[in-house]
C-alpha cells in the first residue's frame, strides 16, 4: 500500500549524510516542506547526526546507517553522504522497501548505476537522483520553451557551471569536475534535448587555479563538447574559480530562435555611483538554488505518496554518468570518444 492512500498522513524521511547538502536538505525537510517530516538523521561521524537534528527537534539519530535503513517509521530515505557511498545506500535502501532520493552522482561506474537502477525496480520503489536545475524556475521556463518547439531544432546548446573559490584544493578528489560538477550540465544538456542520445564527447581540462596540485588528480578547469544523434553540438564548462560569484547558466539555440537561462545577480538591481554600476551576485549553491533544492524534495515527498518517480530517474543519472565517464577517457587519451 502506498501513502497515497492516506493523503493526510506525512511522510517520514530518513536523512543519511549530515555535510554541507545534507544540513540544507534537513532543514528543507523540517522545515519548507508541508505534508513531510524528518523522522532520523544517520551519519557515521560521532556527533554529526546531532549537530544537524538537535537544532531541527528531531530526537532519532543514528551512527549505523542500517538502523536508520530499519527504522519501520521511515517512508523514504534522502542519501546526501559522500558520493562512494551512494550506490550501496540506494541498494540498501530499495531492499528495505524505502524510497530513495540520492545526490548527484547516483554511482561512480556504469554497473554502479545498473545495479542501483535494478534494486529499485525489483523493490518497486521509487528513486529520484539530485539534479535540482530540472527544479529551478527559470531552467523549467526554458525547458517549456524548448518542449513547444519555440526554438526548433536544438543546433547549439551550452550549460556552464563556475563555482566562486577552491578553498582546499587537496580535498579535491581526482575527477570531481567531471564526476561531480559537470555531471549537472550533462544532466541540463540532456534534459533541454531529451529525444536524441549523445555519440561523441571530446573533454579538455587541466589545473588552472591552483596548478600545483595537478600531480595529486586536481582537475579544476574543463570544456567539453558533446554531439547529439539528432546533429546538436553541445558544450559544457566548469571552473572552481568565478571570483564573481556561483554562475550557472544554460543556452539552447535552434533552427527558429533560442532560449538563455541563468543569472548570477541576486535580483535584477543595479548600484551606479563613481566607479560605475554594480549588481550583487550569488556565492552559493544553496542560495543560487534555494527554492529548485526545496521543490526536488517537494516533489520527492509526493513521489513516496504515489509510490512512482516524479522527477530524474536512475536512467537519467544513468545518461549523465555515462558522458562524464566518456570525458575521463577523453582526457586520458586526448581525443573524441564514441558512446
Not at 524521511?13 to 508541508?34: D, N, T, Y
Not at 540498501?92 to 552522482?105: C, L, S, T
Not at 550540465?185 to 561523441?200: C, G, I, Y
Request: with cysteine; hydrophobic share 40%; net charge negative.
Amino acid at each position: 500500500m502506498t501513502l497515497s492512500s492516506h493523503p493526510s498522513s506525512p511522510v517520514r524521511l530518513g536523512l543519511i549524510g549530515s555535510g554541507w547538502i545534507g544540513s540544507f536538505h534537513a532543514e528543507s525537510i523540517a522545515r519548507r516542506i508541508p505534508g513531510a517530516t524528518l523522522e532520523a538523521v544517520a551519519d557515521p561521524q560521532p556527533g554529526a547526526a546531532e549537530r544537524v537534528a538537535a537544532p531541527l527537534g528531531v530526537d532519532k539519530t543514528y551512527l549505523d546507517t542500517d538502523e536508520l535503513l530499519a527504522d519501520s517509521r521511515v517512508d523514504g530515505v534522502v542519501i546526501a553522504s559522500p558520493a562512494f557511498t551512494h550506490t550501496d545506500l540506494v541498494v540498501a535502501a530499495a531492499r528495505a522497501g524505502k524510497a530513495v532520493f540520492v545526490e548527484k552522482p547516483m554511482a561512480l561506474t556504469l554497473d554502479d548505476a545498473d545495479r542501483a537502477i535494478s534494486a529499485a525496480s525489483a523493490a518497486g520503489v521509487p528513486l529520484q537522483v539530485g539534479f535540482n536545475r530540472r527544479f529551478d524556475p527559470d531552467f523549467l521556463a526554458a525547458k517549456k520553451l524548448v518542449d513547444e518547439e519555440r526554438v526548433g531544432t536544438p543546433q547549439l546548446m551550452r550549460s556552464l557551471t563556475r563555482d566562486p573559490g577552491l578553498a582546499d584544493p587537496g580535498a579535491v578528489k581526482p575527477w570531481t569536475v567531471f564526476l561531480e560538477t559537470l555531471i549537472h550540465d550533462f544532466d541540463t544538456l540532456n534534459w533541454f534535448n531529451d529525444e536524441s542520445e549523445p555519440v561523441e564527447v571530446y573533454a579538455v581540462a587541466d589545473a588552472l587555479v591552483a596548478p600545483d596540485f595537478k600531480d595529486q588528480g586536481l582537475l579544476d578547469t574543463s570544456s567539453v563538447t558533446i554531439r547529439y544523434d539528432n546533429g546538436a553540438i553541445a558544450t559544457a564548462e566548469a571552473s572552481f574559480s568565478a571570483t564573481y560569484g556561483y554562475d550557472v547558466r544554460g543556452e539552447v539555440f535552434g533552427s527558429r530562435g533560442m532560449v538563455t537561462v541563468g543569472d548570477v545577480r541576486t535580483t535584477s538591481a543595479r548600484y551606479f555611483g563613481p566607479d560605475g554600476n554594480s549588481a550583487e551576485t550569488t556565492r552559493v549553491n544553496v542560495e543560487l538554488f534555494r527554492q529548485a533544492y526545496t521543490d526536488e524534495l517537494a516533489a520527492f515527498v509526493e513521489a513516496v505518496r504515489a509510490g512512482a518517480p516524479d522527477g530524474p530517474t536512475g536512467e537519467d543519472a544513468r545518461r549523465a554518468l555515462s558522458i562524464a565517464l566518456a570525458c575521463i577517457d577523453s582526457y586520458r587519451q586526448n581525443r573524441p570518444v564514441q558512446l
